[in-house]
């Protein structure tokens, strides 16, 4: 398995054995991804560096954000929690008893 950037290991300590998992397929060229990635570097920094920063990204019934204003409002939450919260890449809060930390 590659390595990973997350060091909580909550969701891989939870796996279900090797043998139970499906036959993952990337034969596809459209399907090579890097066995590392930063989704937000690729799918909004890379689109507002090309001039799409103000294209519409999310349209719902009450409102349409830009890409720029989606990444404006990601960096912010992920500000919160990491530097006000203390979280770590791969935290698992919501899946873990938060009482055992």
């Avoid at 398995?1 to 090797?18: G, I, K, W």
């Avoid at 409002?73 to 809060?93: M, Y």
Wanted: proline share 7%; net charge negative; hydrophobic share 35%.
């Amino acid at each position: 398995m590659t390595p990973s950037a997350h060091l909580d290991s909550f969701a891989r300590d939870n796996l279900p054995a090797r043998e139970q998992w499906p036959d993952f397929l990337f034969g596809l060229p459209e399907l090579k991804y890097p066995d590392r990635m930063n989704c937000v570097s690729e799918l909004l920094d890379r689109g507002i560096a090309s001039g799409d920063g103000d294209r519409p990204c999310l349209i719902t019934a009450g409102e349409t954000v830009s890409y720029a204003q989606l990444a404006e409002r990601v960096n912010r939450i992920a500000n919160v929690l990491t530097r006000d919260l203390g979280f770590v890449p791969g935290h698992a809060c919501c899946c873990a008893d938060r009482t055992a930390r």
